[in-house]
């Protein structure tokens, strides 16, 4: 890094960069940055494999789908960590509309799995992805091991973030 850019971090509020952590808060405009683009794309390679779909609607078919096996609606939101379980359903409620998923009840609880067209849906959008994406972050010098580990340090970030935003409810 930079002279340059230890003396002047790229924020997006100074006034948060001034505190303890000036680090934090370059981390958190990045962030910002990935979680809009991250978006942006699986909405566009979404509609490049077929679907127009919302971002949580992707995400949820992705999660549906994995391991082609059938998920009870709490580990949908368990896994991808939704707490409004109204934005949930009214997401599966889109996807089944779409035809890809279909849900039923085992006891009281309901299952959603992806049809035939989900499959498929999921399967081009894994093409579209690794011809515009994969092949541009590979290409970009980014190993597997470099890309897990970013991956492991912001799932850890992710349970810090939780937790202070546990403590943040009882202030």
């Known amino acids: 890094m930079s002279r340059r850019t230890k003396e002047f971090p790229i924020v997006s509020s100074a006034h948060l960069a001034s505190g303890a952590s000036p680090a934090l808060s370059e981390l958190e405009f990045s962030l910002t940055l990935a979680y809009n683009a991250f978006q942006r794309w699986i909405v566009r390679c979404a509609s490049a494999a077929g679907a127009q779909l919302s971002p949580l609607e992707v995400l949820i078919l992705h999660t549906v789908r994995h391991r082609d096996r059938p998920k009870r609606f709490i580990e949908i939101m368990l896994v991808l960590h939704i707490e409004d379980a109204h934005l949930a359903n009214y997401a599966v409620r889109k996807l089944k509309t779409a035809g890809l998923v279909r849900s039923h009840r085992s006891g009281k609880e309901k299952l959603v799995e992806a049809t035939k067209a989900g499959v498929a849906f999921c399967d081009s959008y894994r ?13 970009g010098a980014i190993t597997e091991e470099a890309l897990s580990e970013t991956a492991t340090r912001l799932r850890m970030l992710s349970g810090n973030y939780n937790q202070a935003a546990r403590s943040a409810a009882t202030l």
């Open 127 to 139: 093409d579209v992805r690794e011809r515009l994406l994969v092949d541009s972050v590979k290409a």
